[in-house]
């Protein structure tokens, strides 16, 4: 008896464990249909709040509201695109007056050095260079694998685009769809909660994420200020695309401060670099750092004491672990993530002292 309890339980152990096995390996080749997901619930949360205006202030019915916010998303979607175009074709046009016969010049002069340090301590480049057989190792297919990748990428872009407007339309339009969805794998005494927590979840993320468009906003118009005061072209479209990136939480503001210090320098080639290019790198410098001034005591904290109900400590703590853990992406989805499970648990674990302390304010 007691072996054939021994062998059932190791049986159950193991169908359960390749059945775990079988959920992830599921989920890991759906992995693309997962991101459109959630990409289209990204979309749907920051759309819902112009659905309801749409519908309680202005009377629109239900689907002509959420078409109508649909082509405002796309509209967004298009209108960055064409903004970052001529933005893309100033900048070659800048690289284009670089003096090209004195880097010509330069290079020469350091292959002809580079070849007599060789000859003066005993290296024959032209043999070594031949036994090292790197021109016979070169694939000449790059080229044409690069155009592949190319198309195919464009492609796969064309999929993944259509494929999350068509779902964030329908989450738009049933807005119980996805409540739905959830619902059929909790048990019937847990429904009343979980909708719930959902409810609760859908408007903290919506006002989170329009709190993120406001803090995009603030820095848009700090940097436009500036940038159109020290004369930089194209200034608009260079403090969207840095107030752009800042979302990306700690790592953005450097990679959009170094990208408008760039792109400032590539404004002004062939101009003197100590009358002209430095002087509007300082400034430049002086205008990142008012704006990060700003959006790092007074945008983020009541962001995030408003949207999310969260202490800026506590926010700064988790985005932290979270980039240390998965990188880039989980400083991302740790303050949206992180608001979920307190909602999570302040439905179904609000006896606990922890959870009370955790979720006060909530």
């Known amino acids: 008896m007691n072996s054939k309890i021994i062998a059932n339980g190791i049986l159950r152990a193991v169908g359960?464990?390749?059945a775990i096995a079988l959920v992830l390996f599921f989920l890991y080749k759906i992995q693309s249909v997962i991101v459109y997901i959630l990409i289209a619930g990204v979309i749907s949360l920051i759309g819902?709040?112009?659905?309801?205006?749409?519908?309680?202030?202005?009377?629109?019915?239900?689907?002509?509201?959420?078409?109508?916010?649909?082509?405002i998303v796309v509209g967004v979607f298009a209108g960055i695109i064409s903004l970052l175009i001529p933005l893309i074709v100033e900048q070659g046009q800048n690289l284009s007056l670089l003096d090209i016969d004195q880097l010509k010049n330069n290079i020469e002069s350091l292959y002809t050095e580079t070849i007599k340090y060789l000859e003066i301590n005993n290296i024959d480049a032209e043999q070594a260079i031949k036994e090292s057989k790197i021109l016979s190792n070169l694939d000449y297919s790059i080229l044409p694998n690069f155009l592949n990748s190319v198309v195919s990428g464009f492609g796969s872009f064309s999929i993944g685009l259509m494929s999350v407007l068509f779902i964030a339309f329908f989450f738009l339009k049933d807005s119980n769809l996805f409540q739905q969805g959830i619902l059929t794998f909790v048990p019937n005494d847990k429904e009343t909660n979980t909708k719930r927590s959902i409810t609760k979840i859908s408007d903290?993320?919506?006002?989170?994420?329009?709190?993120?468009?406001?803090?995009?906003?603030?820095?848009?118009?700090?940097?436009?200020?500036?940038?159109?005061i020290i004369g930089v072209k194209n200034?608009?479209?260079?403090?969207?695309?840095?107030?752009?990136?800042n979302l990306i939480p700690y790592l953005g503001p450097l990679i959009g401060g170094v990208l408008m210090m760039f792109l400032v320098m590539t404004n002004n080639l062939g101009e003197s670099f100590s009358?002209?290019?430095?002087?509007k790198l300082l400034y430049t410098f002086l205008i990142i750092s008012i704006a990060q001034l700003v959006d790092n005591f007074f945008s983020q904290p009541f962001i995030f004491s408003k949207s999310v109900k969260s202490h800026?400590?506590?926010?700064f703590l988790i985005i932290i672990i979270a980039g240390l853990i998965f990188g880039v992406v989980g400083m991302i989805v740790a303050v949206p993530f992180y608001t979920a499970i307190k909602v999570i648990l302040k439905e179904f674990l609000s006896d606990n002292i922890l959870v009370k302390k955790l979720t006060k304010g909530l």
């Open 312 to 315: 800026p400590l506590e926010i």
């Open 235 to 245: 200034a608009i479209v260079i403090a969207f695309l840095c107030a752009l990136i």
């Open 48 to 71: 819902r709040p112009i659905v309801l205006f749409l519908r309680r202030r202005l009377k629109f019915n239900n689907t002509i509201a959420v078409i109508t916010t649909m082509v």
């Open 204 to 228: 903290l993320l919506s006002r989170y994420f329009v709190g993120l468009f406001l803090q995009i906003f603030i820095l848009f118009v700090i940097y436009t200020i500036g940038l159109l």
């Open 16 to 18: 359960v464990i390749v």
């Open 275 to 279: 009358d002209v290019v430095m002087p």
